[in-house]
């Protein structure tokens, strides 16, 4: 299925209290750009703080902090109707958060889930919390993180493949996390390059720790390789419309080589793919995914596998469960 253009966005709003809402301002940009609809999305667990005046009954009190929490709401989508846009709040009771985030959009079906990913110090790198690793695992529409509140008039996407499919080789991820991507230039403005992090261990001959192998051999083997995926790597972009499409393949961590990448070609997105692995119940988020996503100085753009299914269940919890 090819991918859809954005005309639904929801942004998972965590303080609506704050004034600094770098989320809302990145969501309002690309509405702009697509002609989307936006829904501000609130969902609370604790009713803290609580009202001033307190209710003995307790959905009296989730309903009147629920109530303080649309007005907030109202605040920040004010600025935003102001320019045109249409702009939708919404508040929910639910635990946990992030599951109520994804019963959401299982329910509206959006083309895209905006996030803030946040920061430990003022100078110290972003990282993502476990709410954020939720939405990762279980949204199963686009999920865009942001990091920085830069939106510039033409984006620059990177877009990590494996067209080697060591790791997703029956799910067609790749033409999924391009076919987004070039959706995302047609609406948005921008170019894209492509990586794939080489792993040397793969391209060297069979039996090559046993037998000792001349050096001369490896280096040999190795260049055919990075020809091959080359070569895969211009076939997917044709099949994308992404014939100028900048390569970077080089051998090394993926972790490593992604984030290099990032900073060489001045991505201002990261789009990354995350698959369910047969026998999990849940998808999958590895190591080297969750280094990269949280060491990468870029927003991230994280696309599922076809036919993903989320876990999360459709109802939430009800008072006294």
């Known amino acids: 299925m090819p991918a859809t253009e954005w005309r639904q966005i929801v942004v998972a709003v965590r303080s609506p209290e704050n004034k600094r809402q770098v989320a809302i301002a990145k969501a309002a940009e690309l509405a702009r750009r697509c002609g989307a609809r936006v829904t501000l999305l609130h969902a609370f667990s604790m009713p803290y703080p609580l009202p001033s005046r307190i209710p003995v009954n307790s959905d009296d009190i989730l309903g009147m902090v629920a109530n303080e929490r649309r007005k907030q709401l109202a605040l920040l989508a004010k600025p935003l109707r102001a320019l045109g846009l249409k702009v939708d709040c919404k508040v929910v009771w639910d635990f946990p958060s992030a599951e109520a985030i994804v019963r959401h959009v299982l329910a509206t079906k959006p083309d895209l889930l905006v996030a803030e990913s946040h920061r430990h110090t003022r100078v ?16 199963p529409c686009p999920v865009w993180f942001v990091k920085h509140k830069r939106f510039p008039r033409s984006l620059k996407f ?3 493949v494996d067209p080697t499919h060591a790791r997703a080789k029956p799910t067609r991820l790749d033409d999924r996390l391009l076919g987004t991507a070039a ?20 391209v060297l001959p ?28 211009g076939r997917l972009a044709t099949r994308h419309g992404m014939n100028d499409a900048e390569q970077v393949v080089r051998p090394g961590l993926p972790a490593e080589v992604i984030a290099g990448a990032v900073k060489a070609v001045k991505a201002d997105v990261l789009v990354m793919g995350v ?16 280094e990269v996503i949280d060491a990468a100085d870029c927003d991230i753009l994280v696309i599922k596998q076809a036919g993903f299914k989320s876990t999360v269940p459709r109802r939430g919890p009800k008072l006294g469960d």
């Open 275 to 290: 698959m369910s692995r047969r026998g999990l119940k849940r998808s999958f988020v590895g190591n080297t995914a969750e």
């Open 158 to 160: 990177l877009v990590a």
């Open 124 to 139: 110290g790198r972003w990282f993502l919390a476990n709410t954020d690793w939720e939405l990762i695992r279980e949204a």
């Open 206 to 233: 069979k039996g090559f720790l046993a037998e000792v192998m001349i050096p001369q051999a490896a280096v040999v083997a190795a260049e055919r390789s990075r020809t091959a995926v080359r070569a895969a790597i």
């Open 183 to 202: 959706v995302a230039m047609r609406q948005l403005g921008g170019k894209a390059a492509l990586v794939h992090a080489e792993d040397v261990m793969q």
